[in-house]
């Protein structure tokens, strides 16, 4: 099955903030299905990008439009779910974090609650209060909450940053649930090792700019940048300071 969303289409995109260009002139096409990676340095524009492109910030200029449809066509936004660096949780049980979501007009999961439970390993915690779970069980739970709505693009930003190996490893393992089930993926990450792991294709943003669009394997083994191979290199240049 196609995946209603692609193609993306980014023309000449920028974002201005308090007289700042903060992205500027980004223009790309992504057709393909699979996890796309959006690495950079802190302060690069990885989220800023993200956003954008799921239609939580307004641009200054330019277009973004999914499968041909505008990223605010609210059948756009309805067909995309997000998870945040920081679990956003309900004041509500573990199963009603998850209820609550497949009960919306534009839900079309193909999961039951006990399936997403099951997946998330909270099945014995099902009636506990969300906000009382440790860190990579409310990752767990956010995630597949956000599975929950049927979402044909799933943006993830920084999902793991704060979480240990063990818990890394299962929202790894979603991650690729989610692909596998011909969801297309955006993954920012500050983790290199997590994005030659689970990458089809990579972003490389450096000041606001895209200096690299690649298919993950050309990018980590040849950039076609200086900037990329530093980077991937772990070094720090001046510029990016």
């Known amino acids: 099955m196609s995946n209603p969303l692609l193609p ?3 023309t000449d995109m920028s ?6 260009r903060l992205l500027s002139n980004i223009t790309l096409t992504i057709s393909n299905d699979g996890i796309t990676a959006i690495l950079g ?5 990885k989220s800023l ?3 954008a492109l799921h239609g939580l910030i307004n641009t ?3 277009t973004v439009t999914w499968g041909g449809q505008s990223v605010t ?22 199963e009603r974090n998850i ?3 497949m009960k919306l007009p534009h839900a079309n999961s193909e999961f039951t609650v006990a399936e997403l439970l099951q997946l998330a390993r909270l099945s014995n915690k099902a009636r506990q209060p969300a906000r009382t779970l440790s860190g990579g069980e409310q990752q767990r739970l956010a995630f597949v909450r956000a599975l929950a709505t049927g979402p044909s693009v799933l943006f993830l930003d920084e999902p793991t940053a704060n979480l240990d190996p063990d818990a890394t490893l299962w929202i790894e393992k979603l991650i690729e649930t989610a692909a596998e089930r011909a969801i297309k993926v955006f993954l ?14 990579v972003l490389f943003i450096r000041n606001g700019r895209v200096e690299e669009h690649a298919a993950a394997r050309q990018f980590f083994t040849h950039p076609t940048s200086t900037h990329s191979q530093s980077f991937i290199d772990g070094i720090l240049t001046g510029s990016d300071l």
């Open 188 to 201: 920012v990450t500050h983790d290199i090792a997590q994005a030659r792991r689970l990458a089809q294709e």
């Open 73 to 94: 066509d609210a059948r756009t936004r309805q067909q995309q779910s997000m998870v945040f660096q920081k679990p956003v949780l309900l004041r509500r049980s573990v």
């Open 8 to 10: 993306l289409h980014v």
């Open 99 to 101: 209820s609550y979501v």
């Open 60 to 62: 200054s200029g330019g």
């Open 49 to 51: 990008l993200l956003r």
């Open 41 to 45: 340095h802190n302060g690069a524009g």
């Open 15 to 20: 974002l201005d903030l308090d007289s700042r």
